[in-house]
């Protein structure tokens, strides 16, 4: 009972090892249950995406009110990622820090981020269909909906360099998120560590390639029912996927190198092997 309230957490250096530990195991885990995994997580992302725009379609709240807000129901997502277990990709490019230490091979680190990306993908747009049919973007007149598109149109049309410092900026956070829930021991600890970088990048309007996989397939759908804002462009696959190259490419950077690497080179370079 005591560990469960303790305030007994991890030491950097600790949760580095942890890190690499736990990187290792995810390289080396089954093809089925890692998609599974990856599926979930992909829902997972989305659940917090749905949370979200709920918020935004509130035209009472001023913008502040509304990111903040907003970016604090967002972390829904991660907080069932990492509390309830799933494989986001997005947190596993920490797995740069067991590569970089020598105890998973390139193969092993390239086959994670595909397989967990891919799957993650089939999650996030298998929700946003359930949602689409479920109706919930007709809550508040239909607002939830043109919300939607107008989130995704936003995200299609960001210059590709905008997006890309916005997809390195987002995944430092959450890497960040990450890496400081495995300083906790009780799933208080992990939610206090996880809720401040979520929101943060949220209500900062950075780029979360996840939850573009799931926003983005539902505004398409919303629009093909014809439902979307009256005169606004077209959400596309080919949008969909331009935005999703940029933003990969930037989620890669700061989670891999930024955070990853960088805490590698603090605590792990030159060490002995974590147990």
């Known amino acids: 009972m005591s560990e469960l309230f303790s305030f007994d957490v991890y030491a950097p250096r600790e949760i580095a090892q942890r890190v690499e530990t736990v990187g290792v195991t995810k390289a080396r885990m089954a093809a089925l249950p890692l998609l599974m995994l990856g599926v979930l997580a992909g829902a997972f992302i989305g659940l917090g995406a749905m949370f979200f725009v709920l918020v935004r379609s509130d035209a009472t709240l001023g913008f502040a009110t509304a990111q903040v807000l907003g970016g604090l129901v967002f972390s829904l997502g991660l907080l069932l990622v990492v509390v309830a277990g799933a494989e986001l990709f997005t ?20 086959r994670n981020w595909l ?3 891919a799957a993650n993908f089939v999650g996030a747009a298998g929700l946003a269909l359930l949602v689409f049919l479920s109706g919930h973007t007709e809550l508040n007149g239909g607002a939830v909906g043109r919300t939607v598109v107008k989130i995704a149109l936003t995200k299609q049309e960001l210059p590709p360099l905008q997006a890309f410092f916005r997809g390195m900026l987002c995944n430092v956070l959450v890497c960040m998120a990450v ?19 979520i929101s943060a990048f949220v209500a900062a309007g950075f780029e979360h390639s996840i ?11 919303i ?9 606004a462009a077209a959400v596309t696959v080919g949008g969909m ?11 890669l950077i700061g989670g891999s190198v930024l955070v990853g690497l960088t805490y590698h080179v603090i605590y792990r370079r030159g060490q002995p092997p974590a147990p």
């Open 91 to 110: 947190g596993n490019n920490l797995l740069a820090m067991a590569w970089a230490d020598g105890r998973i091979s390139s193969r092993e680190l390239l």
């Open 115 to 117: 397989l967990v990306g």
């Open 179 to 197: 890496w400081m829930a495995m300083a906790g021991r009780s799933v208080v600890d992990k939610a206090v560590a996880i809720v401040f970088p």
């Open 211 to 221: 939850a573009n996989m799931y926003l983005m397939p539902l505004a398409m759908l």
């Open 223 to 231: 629009q093909h029912a014809g439902a979307g804002p009256e005169g």
């Open 241 to 251: 996927a331009a935005n999703l190259a940029v933003v990969i490419a930037g989620n």
